[in-house]
C-alpha cells in the first residue's frame, strides 16, 4: 500500500499545496527578476545575497541546464508564458554556446557573452544537460533539443563509460582524452569514479528513458542501478559511499546526509521510470534505510546538517540550502511507502526549517545556507552551484505526490 494524502485532514492537505504553489512561483520570479544578463545575453554567472550580479564571472553550463530543466518543468505546472520565455531562453544559450561541436559534449564554463572558458568535460555537466533538454523537450515537442540530448548520451557512453570495470569515469579534457584533475569541486576527492556524477548521470538517463524509451538507454539505467546497490549503498549504515578508484575500492568513509536522502528516493524513481518491478521493489526496499541513515543527520530544529567526518568524528555543522530540499521529499516518499506518522513528521519539520532559516523573506530566494550559530552563509543566492534545482524540483515532487 502506498499513502496519499487522502490519510491526512483535508485542511492540511490544501494549505500545504498552496504554500508549495506559492514557493514554487516565488522561486522561478526570483530568477526571471535577477539572473538574466541582458547585456551579453545568457545569464549572470553568480548572484549575492543582496541581489547583486557578478558582471564578470564565469557561466557554468550545470547552472544554466538546471536553469532550463527548472523552468521547464515548472511552466509545464503554472502554465506561465514568463516561465517557458525563460526556458526558451536557457535552451538557446545552452545550443548556441555550450555545446562542442567540434568534439561533442558541453563545455564546463563560459566567459560572459559565451565564449568558452572551461573545455574540459565533466560527466556531471553533460548529464545535467541531458536532463535539462529532456524536460525542454516533454515541455515543447521541440525535436531538436531531444536530438541534442541523445548525443550528448552516446558521448558518455563512447568516451565515459569503463568497459573493462564498469561505471563512469569522472571528467576528460575537451577532446575526450585524459586529464590528471577530474574534481568537480575543490572540496572533492580526485578519484575517477564519483556518487554524485554516477547519481546524475542516471537521474539524466531516466529523465531521457520518458521522453526515449530506447531499450539501449533502459539498460544502462538498469546497470547503473546495479552499481549503486552493489558498491554505493552500503549496505551496514546504508549511508552512501562517495569515492572509488577505478578498481571499485572505496576512497572516502565521508558521509553525506543530502546525497542519502536525495538517493533513497531518486534511485525508486528511476526504477519506476524504466518499469522494472525487481528493481522498483528492490528500491523501495532500501529507500527506508537509507531514509533513516539520512535521519540521523536532521537537527532538533527540523535541518539538516551538511557532512559527517567518521575519521576525525567531525560533524560539519553547516546546513545548506540544497539537503534540506531532498529532505523534504526523501521524508515525504518514506511516509508514502511505510505509513509512518514520523517520516511525515519529519518534512513537516523540515518545511518549517526551511521557511524559518533558508528563505530569505526580504530579498528573494534561498540563501546557500546557514552556520551552527544561525548566522547566514555569505554564498551565492545564484551561482555556479546554487541554482533552482533542488528547491524547484522538490516543491514540483511534493506537489505531484501530494495531489495523486
Known amino acids: 500500500m502506498t499513502y496519499t494524502m487522502e490519510h491526512i485532514n483535508p485542511g492540511a492537505r490544501n494549505y500545504f499545496l498552496q504554500e508549495l504553489r506559492s514557493e514554487l512561483e516565488a522561486i522561478l520570479n526570483?530568477?526571471?527578476?535577477?539572473?538574466?544578463?541582458?547585456?551579453?545575453?545568457?545569464?549572470?554567472?553568480?548572484?549575492?545575497?543582496?541581489?547583486?550580479?557578478?558582471?564578470?564571472?564565469?557561466?557554468?553550463?550545470?547552472m544554466c541546464s538546471r536553469i532550463l530543466w527548472a523552468f521547464s518543468a515548472?511552466?509545464?505546472?503554472?502554465?506561465?508564458?514568463?516561465?517557458?520565455?525563460?526556458?526558451d531562453r536557457a535552451y538557446a544559450y545552452i545550443n548556441d554556446f555550450f555545446i562542442d561541436r567540434q568534439y561533442g559534449g558541453v563545455y564546463w564554463s563560459l566567459k560572459p557573452g559565451g565564449e568558452a572558458l572551461d573545455t574540459k568535460k565533466q560527466l556531471y555537466g553533460q548529464a545535467f544537460c541531458i536532463y535539462g533538454l529532456s524536460a525542454y523537450y516533454q515541455l515543447t515537442g521541440y525535436e531538436a533539443a531531444l536530438q541534442t540530448a541523445i548525443e550528448l548520451y552516446r558521448c558518455i557512453e563512447q568516451y565515459g563509460f569503463d568497459n573493462e570495470k564498469n561505471g563512469y569515469i569522472e571528467a576528460f579534457a575537451r577532446d575526450w582524452s585524459a586529464i590528471g584533475d577530474?574534481?568537480?569541486?575543490?572540496?572533492?576527492?580526485?578519484?575517477?569514479?564519483?556518487?554524485?556524477?554516477?547519481?546524475?548521470?542516471?537521474?539524466?538517463?531516466?529523465?531521457?528513458?520518458?521522453?526515449?524509451?530506447?531499450p539501449s538507454l533502459k539498460e544502462r539505467i538498469t546497470n547503473l542501478l546495479?552499481?549503486?546497490?552493489?558498491?554505493?549503498?552500503?549496505?551496514?549504515?546504508?549511508h552512501l559511499r562517495l569515492f572509488f578508484d577505478d578498481d571499485w575500492h572505496s576512497?572516502?568513509?565521508?558521509?553525506?546526509?543530502?546525497?542519502?536522502?536525495?538517493?533513497?528516493?531518486l534511485l525508486q524513481q528511476c526504477a519506476e521510470i524504466i518499469e522494472d518491478k525487481a528493481l522498483t521493489e528492490l528500491f523501495r526496499k532500501l529507500a527506508i534505510p537509507i531514509t533513516n541513515a539520512a535521519a540521523e543527520g536532521q537537527d532538533k530544529d527540523g535541518g539538516l546538517w551538511y557532512e559527517f567526518e567518521p575519521?576525525?568524528?567531525?560533524?560539519?555543522?553547516?546546513?545548506?540550502?540544497?539537503?534540506?530540499?531532498?529532505?523534504?521529499?526523501?521524508?515525504?516518499?518514506?511516509?508514502?511507502?511505510?505509513?509512518?506518522?514520523?517520516?511525515?513528521?519529519?518534512?513537516l519539520d523540515t518545511w518549517a526549517f526551511i521557511r524559518q532559516y533558508i528563505r530569505d523573506h526580504e530579498?528573494?530566494?534561498?540563501?546557500?545556507?546557514?552556520?551552527?550559530?544561525?548566522?547566514?552563509?555569505?554564498?551565492?543566492?545564484?551561482?555556479?552551484?546554487?541554482?533552482?534545482?533542488?528547491?524547484?524540483?522538490?516543491?514540483?515532487?511534493?506537489?505531484?505526490?501530494?495531489?495523486?
Not at 195 to 213: D, F, G, K
Not at 226 to 238: N, S
Request: proline share 3%; charged share 25%.
Open 363 to 404: 530579498k528573494g530566494e534561498w540563501f546557500w545556507g546557514i552556520y551552527e550559530d544561525y548566522s547566514i552563509m555569505n554564498e551565492d543566492k545564484a551561482g555556479f552551484w546554487k541554482c533552482p534545482y533542488h528547491n524547484s524540483r522538490a516543491m514540483l515532487e511534493l506537489m505531484k505526490r501530494i495531489n495523486e
Open 251 to 265: 576512497k572516502s568513509a565521508r558521509r553525506s546526509f543530502g546525497h542519502d536522502i536525495e538517493e533513497a528516493w
Open 311 to 347: 575519521a576525525e568524528n567531525k560533524l560539519i555543522r553547516e546546513k545548506h540550502s540544497w539537503p534540506q530540499a531532498e529532505a523534504l521529499v526523501g521524508f515525504y516518499n518514506a511516509w508514502q511507502l511505510t505509513g509512518e506518522k514520523k517520516y511525515y513528521q519529519h518534512c
Open 74 to 87: 515548472g511552466t509545464a505546472i503554472t502554465g506561465n508564458p514568463a516561465h517557458q520565455e525563460m526556458a
Open 226 to 238: 546495479g552499481l549503486f546497490e552493489q558498491y554505493f549503498v552500503d549496505h551496514f549504515h546504508y
Open 182 to 214: 577530474l574534481r568537480l569541486s575543490a572540496k572533492d576527492n580526485n578519484e575517477r569514479k564519483t556518487m554524485n556524477t554516477h547519481l546524475h548521470v542516471i537521474e539524466a538517463y531516466a529523465s531521457l528513458y520518458s521522453v526515449w524509451p530506447d
Open 30 to 62: 526570483y530568477w526571471i527578476k535577477y539572473v538574466p544578463d541582458n547585456q551579453q545575453g545568457g545569464f549572470y554567472g553568480k548572484v549575492d545575497n543582496d541581489n547583486i550580479p557578478d558582471k564578470t564571472a564565469a557561466v557554468g553550463s550545470v
